[in-house]
C-alpha cells in the first residue's frame, strides 16, 4: 500500500533555549489577533451593537473561556478516570489535551457574561465571534497536522499519511497510511465556514437577525465534524462508542446541530433589529 511519509516538521517553532514556543501555542494566538481584528472590521459595518469599542475587553474573556473551556472539556468529554486519579494533571497543559465543544462552552460563558455587563442581547456578539471562530480552527488544524496528533483512521488512498507513532502506542496503532483527518477539518471547519460566514456577514439584514450566523456556524460545523470523525482515529481511552459506532466528537456535535437549526429558524422568524449606530465621541 502507497502512503506519503510524513514530513519532517519540527513541532517547536521557536526554541530559546529557557523555553520553546510551538506552533501550537502560535496558531492559539494568531487566532485570537486576527479573530479579534475581523470582528472590529465586521462590528464597523453593522450598525449595530457590540460597536468596535466595546470589543478589546471581551478579547480577555474570550482566551479565559477557550483555554479554561478547552481544558476542561477534555477532562470531562475524553479522560476524567484519568485525571480523577491524578487531579494535578488538569493543570499540566504542556501534556496536551484540548477540547473544542468544552472550548465552545467556555466562549460561551464569556459572551453571556459580556453581553450582559454591556446590555445588549448576546446573539449579537454570538454572531460575530461565529463569524471569526473559523480563522482559529483553520490555524488550529494545521498545528496539529504539524504536532503529528488526531490523525486519521488507516486508508489506501493515495494522499495517505504515514504519521509517527508514538512509542507508547506503537502496541495498538500501526505505522501505516491514514487519512490526514487534521487537513479535511482545516478545510472544512476553517476554509469552507470561513468563506461561507463572511460572505453571509456582508449581505444586508443578516447581521441584524441575530442568531443567523450563529445558527450557520453550529450547524456547519457540527456537520463538518460529524463527517469527518468517520475517517478520524478516536482517542484510544475512549475509542468508537454506542455499539462501536459512533465517536464522542459526533455524539458532541450532534446537540450543535439541533441547537444550530433552531436559531436560524428563530432568527428568520422574527423582525430584524433596527439600527442602533455608535454613537458620536
Known amino acids: 500500500m502507497l502512503a506519503l511519509p510524513f514530513p519532517a516538521f519540527d513541532p ?14 502560535l496558531a492559539y494566538l494568531a487566532g485570537f489577533i486576527l479573530g479579534w481584528a475581523y470582528a472590529v472590521r465586521l462590528a464597523r459595518q453593522a450598525r449595530i451593537r457590540p460597536w468596535p469599542g466595546e470589543l478589546g475587553d471581551f478579547l480577555t474573556w474570550a482566551v479565559i473561556g477557550v483555554i479554561v473551556g478547552g481544558r476542561l472539556g477534555y477532562v470531562l468529554f475524553y479522560n476524567l478516570p484519568t485525571y480523577l486519579d491524578d487531579p494535578l494533571g488538569i493543570f499540566r497543559t504542556w501534556e496536551g489535551g484540548m477540547s473544542f465543544h468544552g472550548g465552545l462552552l ?3 460563558l464569556a459572551i453571556w457574561f459580556q453581553s450582559s455587563r454591556k446590555g ?3 446573539l449579537q456578539l454570538g454572531d460575530l465571534v461565529a463569524t471569526v471562530t473559523p480563522i482559529g480552527l483553520l490555524l488550529g488544524r494545521i498545528a496539529n497536522f504539524i504536532n503529528a496528533e488526531l490523525w486519521g483512521r488507516p486508508t489506501d488512498l493515495p494522499w495517505a499519511v504515514v504519521f509517527p507513532i508514538p512509542d507508547h502506542l506503537e502496541d495498538t496503532f500501526p505505522e501505516v497510511g491514514r487519512h490526514p483527518s487534521q487537513l479535511y477539518e482545516a478545510f472544512l471547519e476553517g476554509a469552507v465556514l470561513l468563506v461561507v460566514l463572511g460572505l453571509m456577514a456582508r449581505r444586508p439584514g443578516i447581521r441584524r437577525r441575530p442568531g443567523l450566523l450563529t445558527g450557520t456556524f453550529l450547524v456547519g460545523y457540527g456537520i463538518s465534524r460529524y463527517l469527518v470523525e468517520f475517517v478520524r482515529q478516536p482517542d484510544p481511552q475512549l475509542g468508537d462508542l454506542l455499539w462501536g459506532t459512533t465517536t464522542m466528537g459526533q455524539l458532541l456535535s450532534l446537540p450543535m ?5 433552531w ?3 428563530r432568527a428568520r422568524a422574527r423582525p430584524v433589529v433596527a439600527e442602533d449606530p455608535e454613537p458620536q465621541r
Open 263 to 265: 436559531l436560524i429558524l
Open 12 to 25: 517547536v517553532a521557536l526554541d530559546l533555549g529557557v523555553f520553546e514556543i510551538r506552533w501550537y501555542a
Open 257 to 261: 446541530i439541533a441547537i444550530g437549526a
Open 106 to 108: 467556555g466562549v460561551i
Open 120 to 122: 445588549y442581547p448576546p
